[in-house]
């Protein structure tokens, strides 16, 4: 395979939680050279590009969102191919001319397929991924087992957009039956009407902050059940990038089923997944029960993850689609 330079445009404000430093290291590890750009970071960031541009000569842009208007990426792709690799389950309103204004536009949800190749018929789907070097457990502590110990575990927004809600709903139920939950994130929206939720199970089991790396990995790893609660789990093989790190790190994952999740990892062999909360929790209450298969569903899951869904590997796909394409 083809060496290229590689301008990587992304907001990378913070290293421990951007999937752009993870873009970053996989595609180190196989060889090419990777130029970070924050249009964030500089005072005329579309002189900048384009000077960058100019000087570098890479063999393409990736980019994530709307880091640029598209008009400048319609410009760009003058001198360079755009490369947008969209890490979101929706087709907001803003996409549509960045989907129009790029050479390759590569999607993470299989099912939004169709609607994009209204806009631009080069699109692909490419699902999300796990780097390990990101995610290093190290020792864990007596401070470590009290913090993220429980039965359950939840990662992720319960903010109030409409595709969050139902995880409120799904995790009110779990602390219902009487299970024991700390979930990490966003903190809940202060506003009145989520007071009741602040004030009761729900706000008493927060974790206290967003968790990435390490504590990621801990947790992922001291918790006996990581809850996965997809946005979109209607819209085929739109999963999370949560569902990588979590199994990647030894975590037994419980996840809502998403359409053509078996493609990725097979229910009840490396993940367990349930339809209805009903089926969740009587799932929940079986495998609290059975460690040992608990042990042997995490370990495959985590085998198959380490094998085939590493950002290497989903790198060297991106590589050849981008080699066939352009």
């Known amino acids: 395979m083809r060496q290229y330079k ?48 100019k000087e570098l ?39 549509p001319p ?4 790029s050479d390759i536009f590569i999607t993470m949800s299989e099912g939004l397929m169709g609607k994009l190749k209204q806009y631009n018929p080069a699109v692909f789907f490419l699902t999300q991924a ?20 429980t039965d359950i575990t939840f990662v992720g927004n319960l903010g109030s957009k409409p595709c969050y809600l139902p995880r409120r709903k799904f995790l009110q139920a779990v602390l219902k039956k009487g299970f024991t939950l700390k979930w990490w994130g966003p903190r809940l929206p202060r506003k009145l009407s989520t007071l ?33 609660l997809d946005a979109q789990p209607h819209v ?9 790190i979590a199994v990647g790190c030894g975590a037994f994952y419980m996840c809502h089923h998403v ?17 209805t909360e009903a089926e969740m ?14 042990r042997k569903i995490a370990g495959a899951g985590k085998e198959r993850v380490l094998r085939e869904h590493t950002y290497e590997v989903r790198m060297k796909d991106l590589m050849n689609i981008i080699e066939t394409v352009l």
């Open 57 to 95: 000569k890479p063999g393409f842009i990736l980019h994530t969102k709307d880091e640029l208007p598209p008009e400048i990426y319609q410009e760009l792709r003058q001198y360079v191919k755009v490369v947008q690799w969209y890490p979101d389950p929706v087709i907001t309103d803003w996409l």
């Open 281 to 294: 929790i009587d799932k929940i209450r079986y495998y609290l029960g059975n460690q040992n298969l608990r």
């Open 98 to 101: 960045y989907v129009e204004s």
């Open 130 to 149: 796990f780097e390990p070097s990101f995610f290093p457990v190290g020792e864990i502590s007596d401070r470590d087992l009290r913090t993220y110990s």
């Open 236 to 244: 085929r093989k739109s999963v999370s990038e949560r569902l990588y």
């Open 6 to 53: 590689i301008l990587l445009i992304s907001g990378l404000d913070n290293p421990l939680w951007n999937e752009g430093w993870e873009y970053k290291a996989a595609f180190e590890n196989i060889g090419h050279q990777v130029v970070p750009f924050d249009p964030r970071d500089v005072e005329d960031p579309v002189h900048t590009v384009f000077k960058i541009v």
């Open 196 to 228: 009741p939720l602040i004030l009761g199970k729900l706000g008493r089991s927060y974790g206290g902050k967003f968790v990435w790396g390490e504590e990621h990995a801990k947790i992922s790893r001291l918790s006996k059940i990581y809850l996965g």
């Open 259 to 275: 359409e053509g999740i078996e493609d990725i990892l097979e229910p009840d062999r490396e993940i367990v997944t349930f339809r």
